[in-house]
């Protein structure tokens, strides 16, 4: 079963596709710290841009670095919370529209389970 995962719960927009849960084929993360670093810290509406305009591209990557495409996926799940609310729309949208327009299910992910899960 491939996964491609979805994640935008602050300010990193990340996408990833994994095989059976233990084979990583693609990890893609793009990282706001250097944009962030001259407020001295997150300011949620400027994460939400930085998601819009990254998150396509990230996904594409992801997806072009597994060599595969959206219709090898066999289950597309995103970050739904917590996190930032402007942030976390942005991932929950992008991926809805995919697994919609895919006819693939959708699995929402809580945050702080996947940090659990993740050990």
């Known amino acids: 079963m491939k996964i491609l ?3 935008t719960s602050c300010d990193e927009t990340a996408a990833a596709v994994v ?3 233990t084979v990583v ?3 893609v993360i793009f990282s706001q710290i250097p944009l962030h ?3 001295g810290g997150v300011v949620p509406e400027v994460a939400a ?3 819009v305009l990254k998150i396509v591209p990230v996904i594409d990557e992801a997806l072009r670095i597994a060599k595969t495409s959206l219709k090898d996926i066999d289950v597309i799940a995103v970050t739904q919370g917590p996190g930032l609310l402007s942030s976390l729309v942005i991932g929950v949208t992008a991926a809805s529209t ?9 699995i929402p992910v ?3 389970a996947g940090h659990i899960y993740a050990n």
Do not use: D, F, V
């Open 37 to 39: 670093r001259k407020t």
């Open 19 to 21: 095989e059976n849960g």
């Open 110 to 112: 809580n945050h702080i």
């Open 25 to 27: 084929h693609s990890n």
């Open 98 to 106: 995919l697994a919609a327009a895919s006819g693939k299910p959708l």
């Open 5 to 7: 995962g979805i994640e």
């Open 49 to 51: 841009r930085e998601h």
